[in-house]
């Protein structure tokens, strides 16, 4: 089992739904980030959180620590929206390297 | 102020030559992270850099790859003696200070390996 789960692995959607992608990890963290990788392939940084919430435009994260779950949220979405999020934690303990999820693909139709 | 620079973008290696991936982080970053992706699978971590330290290499295989960051010039991670097995795509990170000091980390658009 990944220490980094995401649900759903695919995602296809209309221009202007609410869109919610899922993050549970089986081990103790001290950040969880959110990553978006677009067609072409770069990847950028969306959220870090170690607790609560974040809003930042259209993209809200949230995180429950105590049930280790994330969810990232997309309002209005729209077709440049379309790419890989990927959830990646960083553990607790002095470990610097980040562990990834799977990621999941989304596709906003027009 | 220009990204995390990585080059080159593509790279064909036959079997058995060597790779260099170079990588400038962002300007004041002074942690360097590479990562790889293989195909159809997440990215995982290979190596966490300082200036002329390696600090984690847990990630890295234990034989023909290698990692440095010198005091002067760009990250660099070497592969010899290349399999079919590496082509993936190799990115680096940086962040100001290690991600402990809960620093955002910030990626390069990524180098292509593709081994024939």
């Known amino acids: 089992k990944n220490e980094v789960e995401q649900s759903p692995q695919n995602l296809t959607a209309q221009e202007g739904e609410f869109i919610t992608i899922n993050c549970s990890y089986s081990?103790?963290?001290?950040?969880l980030h959110w990553l978006q990788q677009h067609p072409g392939g770069g990847i950028v940084s969306l959220f870090m959180?170690?607790?609560g919430k974040k809003k930042h435009g259209r993209l809200i994260a949230t995180i429950n620590i105590q049930e280790k779950h994330s969810s990232l949220h997309i309002t209005a979405s729209h077709p440049r929206d379309s790419a890989v999020y990927i959830c990646a934690v960083r553990r607790g303990g002095g470990a610097d390297g980040l562990t990834f999820g799977k990621g999941t693909h989304l596709i906003i139709q027009p | 102020n220009a990204g995390v620079m990585q080059n080159p973008r593509h790279l064909v290696r036959r079997r058995g030559q060597e790779a260099r991936l170079r990588c400038s982080p962002m300007?004041?970053?002074?942690?360097v992270y590479w990562y790889r992706q293989l195909p159809e699978e997440g990215l995982k971590f290979m190596v966490y850099?300082?200036?002329?330290?390696?600090?984690?290499e847990s990630g890295m295989p234990k034989e023909r790859f290698s990692a440095e960051f010198p005091k002067e010039g760009p990250s660099i991670l070497r592969i010899q003696q290349v399999v079919r097995g590496d082509s993936a795509a190799y990115f680096c990170?940086?962040?100001?200070?290690?991600?402990?000091?809960?620093?955002?980390?910030?990626f390069g658009e990524g180098s292509w390996l593709t081994v024939v």
């Open positions: 990170a940086s962040s100001p200070q290690g991600l402990f000091s809960g620093n955002t980390i910030y």
């Open positions: 850099l300082q200036k002329e330290n390696i600090i984690d």
């Open positions: 959180l170690s607790s």
């Open positions: 300007k004041g970053h002074s942690h």
């Open positions: 081990v103790g963290i001290s950040a």
